[in-house]
């Protein structure tokens, strides 16, 4: 199995920051098989950035995501207030697919 | 409007079995391979199980292999889990999340992109004595 491990596990930033999540894999994610989710309070987690680093519809080009092999970063540019959340990331490279744990990004 | 709706979730005792369900509409349903992934109170997400558009392929996460068996119904738009032999463990919100395609989306035998987009809200599973 593909350990997906996040850091940090919680973020205080705020608002008009830039900020950048960390994603590690445990082994190298082959092709672009890495994707990252935003979940809200009480919400499902919605699909931000998929292949590494195409937003997916209706994201804001705020988010922007990166990486390679075992390592991935998902950044927003200035964080705004709707985007105070959990974020996951997600290879979906080998069985089973597997996320991590998850960072907080919070005021 | 793309929707789903899970249904189906309640309080069972360890042991018992039950049927969660996810109606869809507003996408071709039968095209789209279809995932559960679970959340158990304030932890992270869990990858369930997935099923192909035609629903001849399955694939399920180790804990609940033999247990668990993802199903659809096409002419219902409808996908189901059939939980059995429940465990405390398997408390979790139950999400139904379809199989998220870009570009050209014509379904193909045993293709899966296995990233999940849209979902639905989630259906609470709660396994207690």
């Known amino acids: 199995e593909i350990v997906m491990t996040q850091s940090p596990a919680t973020l205080s930033v705020s608002p008009g920051e830039r900020v950048t999540l960390s994603c590690r894999a445990s082994?190298?994610?082959?092709?672009?098989?890495l994707a990252w989710y935003q979940q809200k309070p009480g919400q499902a987690p919605r699909l931000l950035i998929y292949?590494?680093?195409t937003r997916a519809t209706g994201v804001p080009a705020r988010f922007s995501g990166s990486g390679s092999a075992t390592e991935f970063s998902l950044t927003i540019s200035s964080l705004q207030s709707e985007d105070f959340a959990v974020y996951y990331c997600?290879?979906?490279?080998?069985?089973?697919?597997?996320f991590g744990g998850g960072t907080k990004v919070e005021i | 409007q793309v929707q789903l709706v899970e249904s189906g979730g309640s309080v069972v005792q360890p042991g018992r079995s039950l049927r969660l369900s996810c109606a869809a509409s507003?996408?071709?349903?039968?095209?789209?391979?279809m995932h559960w992934v679970r959340q158990a109170p304030g932890r992270g997400l869990e990858w369930v199980a997935v099923?192909?558009?035609?629903?001849?392929?399955?694939y399920y996460t180790d804990s609940v292999k033999g247990r668990f068996t993802i199903f659809r119904d096409n002419s219902k738009n409808t996908l189901y889990l059939q939980m059995n032999s429940l465990r405390v463990e398997d408390t979790a919100i139950y999400y139904c999340?379809?199989?998220?395609?870009?570009?050209?989306?014509?379904?193909?035998?045993?293709?899966?992109?296995?990233?999940?987009?849209?979902w639905g809200q989630g259906t609470l599973v709660t396994v207690s004595s």
């Open positions: 999340a379809g199989d998220h395609c870009a570009g050209d989306c014509n379904p193909r035998p045993n293709l899966l992109y296995n990233r999940f987009d849209p």
């Open positions: 507003g996408f071709p349903f039968s095209y789209y391979g």
């Open positions: 099923i192909t558009y035609d629903g001849r392929n399955e």
């Open positions: 082994q190298s994610i082959r092709n672009t098989y």
């Open positions: 292949g590494i680093s």
């Open positions: 997600q290879q979906h490279s080998d069985w089973p697919l597997t």
